[in-house]
């Protein structure tokens, strides 16, 4: 499975709503992640099943779609938002884990 | 509370081996899946290898598949890489991540990570 991610590089204002897409060739139903990877730290989960937040991340990240098309949604961008966005999914037989290339979401 | 802390790394020629540690606290290592995932300098993220809870199911990516192998120590909650043959392209931050359930789909807690600098 091949997870594309667009754009590469996002460039936003704080207070701005940031829309990160991830395509999955060919359909995860909706075995999807997102996670948030800042300078010099490991990634963080923020959304599985490509809509449910995980525990302690705030409202304003959302996550949506099924199959092919899925989409992160920040609301309002904070300044610690600003950082790279990695989508990732599972593949059933043979078992791997594939994430896609990143989104930057740089302050414009 | 829970966490992981990644140890083992360094610099090492190519064809050698290396063994990466990964101690796990707050949580018991036996009722999660596990996962090594790792970063190339300046590049995106690469799952490495896997184990689920029960041991007999480990899956590894293409690319380190033959030439590495995960294995955990329960009496020491404990989750290790055995890296050999190595190669220039396996430098990277290794991280060790807590799998979302017992055959995980996602990881939910991650390392900090360590270092493996292959270089002659």
């Known amino acids: 499975i091949v997870l594309t991610q667009s754009p590469a590089t996002l460039s936003l204002s704080p207070g701005d709503r940031a829309t990160l897409s991830c395509r999955a060739s060919p359909s995860v139903s909706s075995f999807l992640a997102w996670y948030q990877q800042k300078p010099g730290q490991a990634p963080r989960l923020l959304i599985y099943?490509?809509?449910k937040r995980a525990t302690g991340i705030p409202a304003r990240f959302s996550g949506s779609g099924s199959g092919t098309d899925f989409t992160l949604t920040i609301s309002s961008l904070e300044p610690e938002d600003f950082a790279v966005y990695y989508c990732?999914?599972?593949?059933?037989?043979?078992?791997?884990?594939?994430f896609g290339q990143g989104t930057n979401l740089e302050i414009k | 509370q829970v966490q992981l802390v990644e140890s083992g790394g360094g610099v090492v020629q190519p064809g050698r081996s290396l063994r990466l540690s990964c101690e796990a606290s707050g949580f018991t290592l036996t009722s999660y899946g596990m996962h090594w995932v790792r970063q190339a300098p300046g590049k995106g993220m690469e799952w490495v290898a896997v184990t689920w809870f029960d041991e007999d199911n480990k899956y590894y990516a293409d690319s380190v598949k033959g030439r590495f192998s995960i294995s955990r120590d329960a009496s020491k909650n404990r989750l290790y890489l055995h890296m050999n043959s190595l190669r220039v392209e396996d430098t990277a931050v290794y991280f060790c991540?807590?799998?979302?359930?017992?055959?995980?789909?996602?990881?939910?807690?991650w390392g900090k990570g360590t270092t493996v600098i292959v270089s002659s």
């Open positions: 991540a807590r799998g979302d359930s017992p055959r995980p789909y996602y990881m939910d807690v």
């Open positions: 990732q999914q599972r593949s059933n037989w043979p078992y791997r884990y594939t």
């Open positions: 099943d490509a809509s």
